[in-house]
């Protein structure tokens, strides 16, 4: 028998995804110059050569049937080797090989380790705003997900976590730098984020996970520092994709590392083990584990997507927009003029824009522009976004 949820689901794309087929077709309708589309974080700047280089280098130094056959369950040894050697080196993030499992993205990532750590009668809490499939992974990981309120500037609002995180947590989502609002949490704010869930660890007598969803760690302006949430506290999961920082969305690599200093991080292990089993993600693309392994740690070339952050952040405030401050990812949050995102959303179409109410992502009355896009569609889109605005005032 069909899964009724299962067809629902499928039936209905996210708004993103929406958004995006729209844009398609507006393209091939109108033109792709006239269609100014920040439906969807890819990424625009090419991969690093290194990327390249890698490839090359493996089809020559391995032979066809290594090259693209099995590799462990979990992923590569010598991948998983140089990675946690990396993450110690880079970040003083305590990390074991044998405790990292490589996946088909963040994605693969997040829905293995919240299969992990929570089922039913569990909550897991998530810092709005934040990306809409956290909702779609943690039910159905059988658990139920709890809105935390951002504060000022779309930053932790220690306070509101505070009243949000029960005895049924088993897990507490972060991200930064954040997707929709591109803010990256402060050292201090990671910090008494750790003092916290500590603190509620002791009082419950069970551990609350910290899943530390990380995709654009490397994605940061203007000399920003962020910390990790593995540096400060044990209970961390994190999760990563190359899918930005090497411009590899299409391929689908990334890795979950359980921090060595979880309690019983033996068996946390076992249970992301047990928990990518059951779900078929075994076994990440074998090809893309290897060239992770020659370019993890390869930065991206940020100046693209800086200039275009200066470019549309600095030209919707000078025609009147409110937006957050994007330290971060390649994402702006604007707030709709009227409050009201999805027609803010609907009327911008009418002028070529395609712009994601944050309705979905729990952060009503704004909106999220994705950046990642050429230099030459944002100063074109800035005359429409300026009718669009005064449209309001009609």
């Known amino acids: 028998m069909?899964?009724?949820?299962?067809?629902?689901?499928?039936?209905?794309?996210?708004?993103?995804?929406?958004?995006?087929?729209?844009?398609r077709q507006r393209k091939e309708a109108v033109g792709a110059?006239?269609?100014?589309?920040?439906?969807?974080?890819?990424?625009?700047?090419?991969?690093?050569?290194?990327?390249?280089?890698?490839?090359?280098?493996l089809l020559e130094e391995k032979d066809p049937v290594s090259l693209h056959g099995y590799t462990s369950a979990q992923g590569d040894a010598g991948v998983r080797r140089i990675i946690a050697e990396n993450l110690k080196a880079r970040y003083?993030?305590?990390?074991?090989?044998d405790l990292i499992y490589m996946t088909c993205g963040a994605a693969a990532s997040l829905t293995i380790s919240l299969h992990a750590v929570a089922g039913e009668g569990d909550e897991v809490a998530v810092l709005t705003?934040?990306?809409?499939?956290?909702?779609?992974?943690?039910?159905?990981a059988g658990a139920k997900l709890v809105e935390v309120p951002c504060g000022a500037g779309f930053g932790l609002d220690l306070e509101a976590l505070d009243r949000a995180v029960t005895e049924k947590t088993a897990a507490v989502i972060v991200n930064s730098p954040n997707n929709p609002t591109g803010v990256v949490l402060k050292p201090e704010e990671i910090s008494a984020l750790a003092a916290l869930l500590s603190e509620k660890e002791a009082a419950f007598g069970h551990p609350v996970y910290l899943i530390s969803d990380?995709?654009?760690?490397?994605?940061?302006?203007?000399?920003?520092?962020?910390?990790?949430?593995?540096?400060?506290?044990?209970?961390?999961?994190?999760?990563?994709?190359?899918?930005?920082?090497?411009?590899?969305?299409?391929?689908?690599?990334?890795?979950i590392a359980v921090s060595p200093k979880a309690r019983d991080a033996g068996d946390l292990y076992a249970a992301v083990c047990g928990a990518g089993r059951a779900l078929g993600f075994v076994?990440?693309?074998?090809?893309?584990?290897?060239?992770?392994?020659?370019?993890?740690?390869?930065?991206?070339?940020?100046?693209?997507?800086?200039?275009?952050?200066?470019?549309?952040?600095?030209?919707?405030?000078?025609?009147?927009?409110?937006?957050?401050?994007?330290?971060?990812?390649?994402y702006l949050f604007v707030k709709a003029p009227d409050g009201n995102a999805p027609a803010f959303s609907e009327r911008a179409k009418k002028y070529?824009?395609?712009?994601?109410?944050?309705?979905?992502?729990?952060?009503?009355?704004?909106?999220?522009?994705?950046?990642?896009?050429?230099?030459?569609?944002?100063?074109?889109?800035?005359?429409?976004?300026?009718?669009?605005?005064?449209?309001y005032g009609e």
């Open 2 to 23: 069909i899964q009724q949820d299962m067809m629902q689901l499928g039936k209905r794309r996210s708004t993103i995804r929406e958004l995006f087929e729209f844009g």
């Open 33 to 57: 110059d006239k269609v100014f589309d920040f439906s969807l974080g890819n990424p625009s700047v090419p991969a690093p050569q290194a990327v390249e280089q890698a490839i090359r280098e």
């Open 92 to 97: 003083g993030v305590p990390c074991d090989p």
């Open 129 to 140: 705003p934040y990306f809409p499939e956290y909702r779609v992974f943690v039910e159905k």
């Open 214 to 255: 990380e995709p654009y760690r490397e994605l940061i302006y203007g000399g920003k520092r962020t910390a990790l949430p593995a540096q400060v506290y044990p209970d961390t999961i994190t999760c990563y994709s190359y899918s930005k920082a090497l411009s590899l969305p299409g391929e689908r690599i990334g890795y």
């Open 283 to 330: 076994c990440a693309p074998a090809l893309f584990q290897y060239v992770a392994g020659k370019c993890d740690g390869v930065l991206p070339d940020l100046a693209a997507y800086d200039e275009n952050r200066r470019l549309l952040t600095e030209g919707l405030r000078e025609i009147g927009y409110e937006t957050a401050s994007p330290d971060g990812a390649f």
């Open 352 to 391: 070529e824009i395609l712009l994601v109410p944050g309705d979905d992502f729990g952060g009503p009355g704004w909106a999220r522009l994705a950046y990642c896009v050429k230099k030459e569609t944002i100063v074109n889109a800035l005359p429409a976004f300026r009718a669009l605005y005064e449209s």
